[in-house]
C-alpha cells in the first residue's frame, strides 16, 4: 500500500506564497503520476497540477502562470509552490499518486488566503 503525507498549508494574505509538499512511502515501484486537487466548500474536486515521471507537467488554467509543481523522484515526493495567492486559492489541498491500477489520495492540507 501507499501512504501520502501531505504538508506546508496555512494561512496567508493574498499576493504571498505557500508551499505544499507530499511524501509518498509504502509499496512504492514506479509511480506514474504525481499531482495536487483541491475542494473549496460547495464545489467539486478539480485537478491543480500535476506531473509524470517524464516531467510532463499540466496545470489548471486558473492556475497557470502562478503555481509550480516539481518532483523528487529519489525521495518519492511532489511539491506545488504556490505564489501570487488569490482568495478563489482558498480550498483543501489534495495529494494524489497514481502507480499501476491504483490511484492514492492523502488526507488533504488546508489553504487559506485572506483579502
Known amino acids: 500500500q501507499v501512504q501520502l503525507v501531505e504538508s506546508g498549508g496555512g494561512l496567508v494574505q493574498a499576493g504571498e506564497s505557500l508551499r505544499l509538499s507530499c511524501a509518498a512511502s509504502?509499496?512504492?515501484?514506479?509511480?506514474?503520476?504525481m499531482g495536487w486537487y483541491r475542494q473549496a466548500p460547495g464545489k467539486q474536486r478539480e485537478l491543480v497540477a500535476s506531473i509524470t515521471s517524464g516531467g510532463s507537467t499540466n496545470y489548471a488554467g486558473s492556475v497557470k502562470g502562478r503555481f509550480t509543481i516539481s518532483r523528487d523522484s529519489a525521495k518519492n515526493t511532489v511539491n506545488l509552490q504556490m505564489n501570487s495567492l488569490k482568495p478563489e486559492d482558498t480550498a483543501v489541498y489534495y495529494c494524489?499518486?497514481?502507480?499501476?491500477?491504483?490511484?492514492?489520495w492523502g488526507r488533504g492540507t488546508q489553504v487559506t488566503v485572506s483579502s
Open positions: 494524489n499518486v497514481r502507480q499501476s491500477y491504483y490511484v492514492y
Open positions: 509504502g509499496s512504492i515501484v514506479s509511480i506514474a503520476l
